[in-house]
Structure formats: C-alpha cells, structure tokens
C-alpha cells in the first residue's frame, strides 16, 4: 500500500507519540516518529516527509527550532500540537507560519482530519518555485491564522473541526466579516486573555 503520504511526528511524550503514530498508520499515512528536535531534523532531511507534527515544547532543539528548519530549508509544511495556547507561543506559531496549530489534549479523531486538510492546502498550492507575490503570501497569512483559530475553537468549545469552521463562520456572519477577519479578532481576543496578569494560574 502505498499510502495517503509520508508524515513526521515529533513529540518528547512517548504515550502522545504512539499514539499519534498508530492512528496516523490507522489512517493510511506513513509514518516516521522521533521524541526530539535533532533526530527531527535527521529524518526530515533523509526522508523529506510532505508533512509535519510536531510539539512545541521539547528538551534541546524545540518545536519552533525544528520548524524554522523545515520552512527555510526543506520546504516542508508543519502543523503544532501543543498544551500551551499564551499570547507568545500564538505570536511564534503565526510568524513561523505553521499550516494548524491543534490545542492538546487532541483525539486522533480531531488529529486526522486536520492532516488531510493540510495535505488538500499543499496539494493546491503551486510548486515553490519563483517568488510569490505579496497577495500571495497575504492570503497564505490570512489561511494560516484562520487554521489557528479554528485549532484553538475545536479546544475551547470542545468542537471537532468541522463544527469549529462552521462556529467561526457563523459568528462572521453575524458580524458582518470575512472569515479571515473573524479569524484575526478570535487568535486578538485570546493574546488578550492570554496575557500576563490575565491568564488563570
């Protein structure tokens, strides 16, 4: 069997990464696994997965350190799943670009079809090749933090991905706003909350 494709899972908890590897497997992808940011960066670069998972929070090279790598010199996508959702850890994920941003603790139900939206964006994307234009990369922002907010919607409101897209679109409609516009006052609202002196000990 060939596959639905290949995926790297990195995370420093072993029960999450046997987990996510088995129902990644269960799913139809590939899967190569590491628990730490150097062996990361190995696999990715002998395997050059089309996706990958990665935590944010590991000993020695972090999720963010990892994720730079793929962006700058592999080209490869990531997604986060991670337990903290403060105002500077979203700041990261949002300048690292990251495809979703998934809020632990995650279902693999929740997990996988985040994987296979992520797979249908890059399989729509132009081969990286010249410069894209600023629209562009405005609308590629614009995707990536609507991705956020629906991760952040599915852990706040206990919503699968679906329902989350569809709570988001719903209160953009109320208010008379796109989608993405919604989407930036969503990730707004919560650095607010999630600033310091705000946020719940």
């Given amino acids: 069997m060939s596959g639905k494709g290949k995926i790297l899972v990195v995370d420093d908890d072993r029960l999450v990464l046997a987990t996510l590897t088995h129902g990644l497997s269960q799913a139809?992808?590939?899967?190569?696994?590491?628990?730490?940011?150097?062996?990361?960066?190995?696999?990715?670069?002998?395997?050059?997965?089309?996706?990958?998972l990665l935590d944010i929070r590991m000993e020695g090279k972090s999720g963010f350190d990892v994720a730079a790598y793929l962006r700058d010199y592999l080209q490869i996508p990531f997604m986060f799943l991670?337990?903290?959702s403060d105002s500077e850890t979203l700041e990261q994920v949002k300048q690292l670009g990251a495809v979703a941003y998934l809020v632990?603790?995650?279902?693999?139900?929740?997990?996988?079809?985040?994987?296979?939206a992520a797979f249908?964006?890059?399989?729509r994307a132009p081969a990286a090749a010249a410069p894209r234009p600023a629209a562009a990369e405005h609308a590629q922002v614009l995707?990536?933090?609507?991705?956020?907010?629906?991760g952040i919607a599915m852990h706040r409101f206990s919503l699968n991905r679906a329902q989350a897209l569809e709570?988001?679109?719903?209160?953009?409609?109320q208010e008379q706003l796109t989608l993405e516009e919604q989407s930036w006052r969503f990730v707004a609202a919560l650095e607010t909350l999630s600033a310091p002196g705000?946020?719940?000990a």
Avoid: C, W
């Avoid at 990361?40 to 997965?49: C, K, S, T, V």
């Fill in 198 to 200: 705000q946020r719940k």
């Fill in 28 to 52: 139809g992808y590939e899967v190569i696994d590491a628990d730490n940011g150097d062996d990361a960066i190995l696999l990715a670069r002998e395997h050059r997965p089309a996706l990958a």
């Fill in 167 to 173: 709570r988001l679109k719903r209160q953009a409609e």
């Fill in 82 to 84: 991670s337990a903290f």
């Fill in 143 to 150: 995707e990536q933090v609507t991705a956020i907010a629906v």
């Fill in 104 to 116: 632990k603790p995650l279902d693999i139900r929740q997990i996988v079809p985040a994987v296979e």
């Fill in 120 to 123: 249908a964006s890059s399989a």
